[in-house]
């Protein structure tokens, strides 16, 4: 399995980015996929997640502000990022799991920087 995230880089406070991760393999369409963050000094945290079935989940810091989506013709995990904080600056990471839900992931892809400018 691969998972390659894209669209991180330098937005200002208010601003908006979308990022994408690609999977390859048959699998993202099985499995819960979810987006993961890491700011520097603090641990690694799961800002959202999305079932196999559709059904999404959102960390109370990002709720109204993140939107996670999943294209499984494309094999592609979306997080739309609006209203940006300083506080979102991090490395996020796309994420699988092992089932239809989300119990965890068990695989990380590298991940792509966002930074946020005043």
């Known amino acids: 399995v691969q998972l390659q995230a894209s669209g991180g880089g330098l937005v200002q406070i208010g601003g908006s980015l979308r990022l994408a991760c690609v999977a390859s393999?048959?699998?993202?369409?099985?499995?819960?996929m979810g987006w993961h963050r890491q700011a520097p000094g603090n641990q690694r945290e799961l800002v959202a997640y999305?079932?196999?079935?559709?059904?999404?989940n959102y960390a109370d810091s990002v709720k109204g502000r993140f939107t996670i989506s999943r294209d499984n013709a494309k094999n592609t995990l979306h997080l739309q990022m609006i209203n940006l904080k300083f506080e979102d600056a991090a490395v996020y990471y796309c994420?699988?799991?092992?089932?239809?839900?989300?119990?965890?992931?068990?695989?990380w892809g590298k991940g792509t920087q966002v930074t946020v400018s005043s």
């Open positions: 994420a699988k799991t092992r089932s239809a839900w989300w119990n965890g992931a068990d695989f």
């Open positions: 393999g048959s699998i993202f369409r099985l499995n819960a």
């Open positions: 999305i079932t196999r079935g559709g059904t999404t």
